[in-house]
């Protein structure tokens, strides 16, 4: 009934797998190697135009956009609820959730990962770059897509060739702390008494910001809410199954290292 097309260690992936395991629901998983860039291939982008993971099927509708699929579970399967009743509040969920949406984790995290990680990372941007070209060439008829895949891709490489530009996204990240704090210093969960999907959203944020190196931006009591609530979200057994249980399979890893260091 419900299949996600998802990537291991994808942040967007994460957001929706920890909704679905909140849920108990189960799904059928089809996981996609991005190192070697399954999500470019043209039967994938004919179900998700912009060649993105997660994509969701249910009954047969094709959902794409984590936040759109996390609020389409949550209205399938409204047991247990992760949107507030109160109409204010409902607001102030959707504003943790744009807050979170708006911010460029894909290039925060694509320059600032270090070591094999980083370089693996980097060089598969600048594959992405060269193989679009001919994938477009090979299927005109995904000519469109192709192309603006191809504008974006372009984007996101000068971003994280640009240490500067690097920098300057990565000063934004504590500003955003500090908003995060005053919330939690009044409420338990971003939107009052009860856990919803902008808490879900941010689980996955903040774990990887602290994968990233950043938690020392929250250690030291310098956030002591916001370090409260992180562990209050790693103790929910949804963070074990959606994150801490997503490492990259060691044949998809090693394909892929293939692929970005070796070109085959
Ligand atoms: N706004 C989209 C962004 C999806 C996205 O950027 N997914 C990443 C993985 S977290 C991806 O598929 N990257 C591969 C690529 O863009 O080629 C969402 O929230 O679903």
Known sequence: MLELYSAPESLCSQKVKLVLVEKNLEWKSHLLNLLTFENLQPNYIQLNPKGVVPTLIHDSRVVTDSAMIVRYLDEQFPNPKLTPTESTLQEKMKGWIELQNQFPMRELMYGNFRGIEGIVLRRSVQIKQRLLPKLMQSHPELQAQYEAKLKDV??????????????????????????LEAQLTQTEWLCGVTYSLADVVWTAVLNRLEKLKFGYLWADNTHPALSAYLNRLKARPSFKTAIQGDEMPLPMLLAGLRRTLLGI
């Open 154 to 179: 372009r984007q996101w490489n000068s971003i994280i060739q640009d240490r500067k530009k690097i920098d300057s996204i990565n000063r934004k990240i504590e500003p955003m702390l500090t908003q």
